[in-house]
Nanobody, 122 residues
């Protein structure tokens, strides 16, 4: 089992930045690919970014490419999502997830955190 806890969400003005963290416990995070997803009210949960367990290998949704950066510190069992140039349409609950390989769809991840709210005001 892997327990995931997100933090770092909050309220920010458009153009601002936030860094989300996802702390894992229970198993060594380096074994897993990690993904960030988000869900806005009334919408499906959508892929944001993902990173392979080993060094290198990332993927991003087109909507965040060039603005968001996913990274990981396996020694700290933590994954990060640096979000810059935030837009109101980035407002959502952000979830981190762990799975065996890097994929961009929800069903590819076995473990999920509870989510952290990100609100971007215009």
């Amino acid at each position: 089992q892997v327990q995931l806890v997100e933090s770092g969400g909050g309220l920010v003005q458009a153009g601002g930045s936030l860094r989300l963290s996802c702390a894992a416990s229970g198993r060594t995070l380096s074994r897993f690919a990690m993904g960030w997803f988000r869900q806005a009210p009334g919408k499906e949960r959508e892929f944001v970014a993902a990173i392979r367990g080993s060094a290198g290998g990332t993927a991003y949704a087109d909507s965040v490419k060039g603005r968001f950066t996913i990274s990981r510190d396996n020694a700290k069992n933590t994954v990060y999502l640096q979000m810059n140039s935030l837009k109101p349409e980035d407002t959502a609950v952000y979830y981190c997830a762990a799975g065996p390989i890097l994929v961009v769809y929800r069903n590819g991840y076995d473990y999920w955190g509870q989510g952290t709210q990100v609100t971007v005001s215009s």
